[in-house]
Nanobody, 129 residues
Framework: QVQLVESGGGSVQAGGSLRLSCAAS????????MAWFRQAPGKEREGVAT?????????LYTDSVKGRFTLSQDDAKNTLNLQMNSLKPEDTAMYYC?????????????????????WGQGTQVTVSS
């Protein structure tokens, strides 16, 4: 059993910043993929950023957040962080942390929600103009 708990969402004006955190616990072993997805009302769940915890590979970002969002991991705390800068109204969505172990994925697969087994409950991010 794997538990993922997100925190750090909130409301901010355009141009502002937020930092999301995902704490993983339970039967999760390395290496694994951990990722952030988001879903806006009426839209499909979108891969935002993913990290292979086994190392040796740079984080992968969807094009719309490159240069603005930064993914990092805290091994000691088993936590995945997403620093979001220069936020835009189109970043407004429910953000979900996800994880999967025991797979080797292509870059396209790594941002595909169907590849992930474990999910958090989500944290809302709202960016006003």
């Amino acid at each position: 059993q794997v538990q993922l708990v997100e925190s750090g969402g909130g409301s901010v004006q355009a141009g502002g910043s937020l930092r999301l955190s995902c704490a993983a616990s339970g039967d999760i072993y390395r290496p694994s993929y951990m990722a952030w997805f988001r879903q806006a009302p009426g839209k499909e769940r979108e891969g935002v950023a993913t990290l292979y915890t086994g190392g040796g590979v740079s984080p992968l970002y969807t094009d719309s957040v490159k240069g603005r969002f930064t993914l990092s991991q805290d091994d000691a705390k088993n936590t995945l962080n997403l620093q979001m800068n220069s936020l835009k109204p189109e970043d407004t969505a429910m953000y979900y942390c996800a994880a999967v172990t025991g797979l080797t994925m292509t870059r396209i697969q790594a941002l595909d929600a169907r590849m992930y087994k474990h999910w958090g409950q989500g944290t809302q991010v709202t960016v006003s103009s």
